[in-house]
């Protein structure tokens, strides 16, 4: 399976050879080193885990430092100054796995034409009422309504003299991980660190986003 960590930067347009116009999003991805490679025997399920973006050392804390430290030293920087941003780990079978702690992955694993998922963490938008959190259409414009126009309406029957569980109401709304999936790759620039997928990904500009193909 081929999975790369990344970040959204933003969304235009990519015409096609064939002049068509298809509207894309671009994901700075890589590279990638990988952390730690699990197997079933240590840890009871196979997985690799990678590590992408640096920050400053004293900025996190001493397992995580400790935790990176051969990976870093793997591609040749001081893991006393600097550390990984992001850690993530994919599921992976043992005989697919092929990874080793230090190796470093970059877009050169997709090519134009796959299909991928890509999580990420949606848009944090607070507190919404039902209108903008669920769609809801209000109340009546006119006929006498008077300062209720987004309010949510009845809430249930008097007969029960409680609100069922899983009733849409005002809450918090957004700052969810979303996954899209079948999103083909249109363009992929190893030396920018570029890949292109159609379509839009979830998550602000700038934020992590995790690309698993096939």
Same mark, same amino acid.
């Not at 930067?9 to 999003?25: K, R």
């Not at 309504?145 to 209720?148: Q, V």
């Not at 069922?164 to 005002?170: A, L, S, T, V, Y």
């Given at each position: 399976m081929k999975f790369l960590l990344g970040t959204k &930067?933003?969304?235009?347009?990519?015409?096609? &050879?064939?002049? &068509?116009?298809?509207?894309?999003?671009i994901l700075r %991805?890589?590279?990638? +080193?990988?952390?730690?490679? $699990?197997?079933?025997?240590?840890?009871?399920?196979?997985?690799?885990?990678?590590?992408?973006?640096? /920050?400053k050392a004293h900025t996190t804390s001493l397992p995580v430092r400790g935790h990176s430290?051969? %990976?870093?030293e793997a591609v040749g920087e001081d893991a006393e100054k600097t550390s990984f941003r992001w850690l993530r780990e994919f599921r992976q079978d043992e005989t697919e796995s092929s990874a080793s702690v230090g190796d470093t992955l970059d877009v050169s694993v997709f090519a134009v034409g796959d299909e991928v998922r890509v999580s990420g963490i949606t848009k944090g938008k607070g507190f919404q009422g039902g209108v903008k959190r669920h769609g809801f259409s209000g109340a009546s414009k006119s006929h006498g309504? $008077?300062?209720?126009h987004r309010e949510v309406g009845s809430i249930g029957a008097t007969g029960p003299q409680r609100v069922? $569980?899983?009733? $849409?109401?005002?809450?918090?709304?957004?700052? #969810?991980?979303?996954? +899209?999936? #079948?999103l083909d790759v249109v363009y992929v620039d190893p030396e920018q660190q570029v890949i292109a997928v159609k379509g839009a990904v979830p998550g602000r /500009?700038?934020?992590?986003? &995790?690309?698993?193909?096939?």
């Open positions: &930067e933003y969304m235009t347009q990519i015409f096609t &050879e064939e002049g &068509e116009m298809v509207p894309v999003t %991805a890589g590279p990638a +080193v990988v952390t730690q490679v $699990k197997s079933d025997t240590s840890d009871g399920y196979s997985a690799v885990q990678v590590g992408f973006g640096r /920050r430290k051969a %990976a870093l309504t $008077k300062h209720a069922f $569980k899983g009733r $849409k109401m005002p809450g918090r709304m957004g700052s #969810n991980r979303v996954t +899209v999936t #079948n /500009r700038g934020c992590l986003v &995790e690309i698993q193909g096939k």
